[in-house]
């Protein structure tokens, strides 16, 4: 039976114990510490990995946020050096900031992902004119060091540019380090899968072949223009491309589910720590794309507070949900849930 169906089948699948009446124990999990930036070392989980050990955490029944935003690899519109281009970035870029500071006056935390383009394009533009209102820094700088935001690869690997490529802009940036993969093809039966696990081991570069960069923490697990997306919510260590959903205790890749529905979704994932249906030990985790074309819109950012961000921010002041990024959810799930695999499927 395929994988996707077996889960589904039961539901929720706490492994390696059972799931719906509490008290169920964490199992230990294995590290699996990245290799770092593109040419660098660390990874997910520090020096020490990203596994975790040691069973029975309790977590703390609160539904895991992450919020974030894909610049795609087609923005700023137009060629690389034309005026047009130019002048969609200045535009992009101030909406961008916006976004950011948006986020940070509700303390919310915010994860930027971009593709190659706009990281091209910031390597163009950002001179001693376009910095003059963001502290002479580059507007990535200025969003991670000013304003808070996390920002992680993002690759359709189009273009002659591969996640390793994005990386090691984003280090040529001042901004990386971050070894999440932001988002992937992930069934081994379409033409467009990302083939995920080349990154058991470093990867190079396509665009910039001297950098080598592997990614350890999977995000977005999807499918062409998002129309099959799995339903998941949760976090495992993917045992191969033919049994994704299936938890390998020794892998060294993690996934998150990035379930659905945005604030309805994460309202759903909180009734099912209410009913017990989830057991407090085990981690929920949501996420979703607030989309560059909603951020541009006109009325857009006051849309998004009004409809995500303030919803999102009422449910942490109850207790219900924490917000936050991926790296620090690698991190959350190996010291306060023990690293055990755990996937809701209804």
């Not at 719906?20 to 964490?26: E, I, L, M, Q």
Request: glycine content about 16%.
């Amino acid at each position: 039976m395929h994988p996707v169906l077996a889960l589904a089948l039961l539901g929720c699948v706490f492994l390696t114990s059972g799931c719906g009446d509490g008290s169920s124990t964490a199992t230990s999990g294995t590290g699996t510490g990245g290799s770092g930036g593109a040419g660098g070392d660390g990874g997910a989980g520090g020096d020490g990995g990203a596994g975790g050990s040691g069973g029975g955490q309790s977590g703390d029944a609160r539904v895991h946020v992450v919020l974030f935003t894909h610049i795609e690899d087609n923005s700023p519109g137009g060629m690389l050096g034309a005026p047009e281009n130019r002048q969609q970035y200045i535009g992009l870029r101030g909406k961008l900031i916006e976004m950011a500071e948006l986020a940070q006056k509700h303390n919310l935390q915010w994860v930027f992902q971009p593709d190659w383009k706009i990281l091209e394009a910031a390597r163009l533009y950002e001179d001693a004119q376009t910095t003059a209102n963001t502290g002479g820094k580059n507007f990535l700088r200025y969003m991670h060091d000013d304003l808070g935001v996390v920002i992680d690869p993002h690759s359709h690997e189009n273009g002659g540019y591969n996640y390793t490529d994005v990386a090691y802009l984003l280090e040529l940036l001042e901004v990386g380090g971050s070894t999440v993969i932001g988002g992937h093809i992930w069934d081994p039966a379409l033409p467009q899968f990302q083939q995920w696990d080349r990154f058991r081991s470093p990867v190079p570069g396509l665009k910039y072949p001297m950098a080598s960069w592997r990614g350890d923490i999977l995000i977005g697990a999807g499918t062409p223009m998002h129309v099959n997306d799995p339903l998941v919510s949760g976090a495992w260590r993917p045992k191969d491309r033919d049994n994704f959903f299936i938890d390998d205790p020794a892998g060294n890749i993690i996934a998150f589910g990035a379930w659905h529905n945005q604030v309805a979704g994460v309202e759903e994932l909180v009734g099912l720590y209410a009913s017990g249906t989830a057991p407090a030990n085990a981690l929920l985790t949501a996420s979703w794309n607030i989309r560059p074309a909603d951020i541009t819109a006109p009325g857009g950012l006051a849309n998004i507070e009004t409809t995500v961000l303030v919803p999102i921010a009422s449910l942490r002041d109850k207790g219900s949900v924490v917000v936050t990024d991926f790296t620090t959810l690698v991190q959350t799930w190996t010291t306060q849930y023990g690293g055990s695999a755990f996937l809701y499927q209804p």
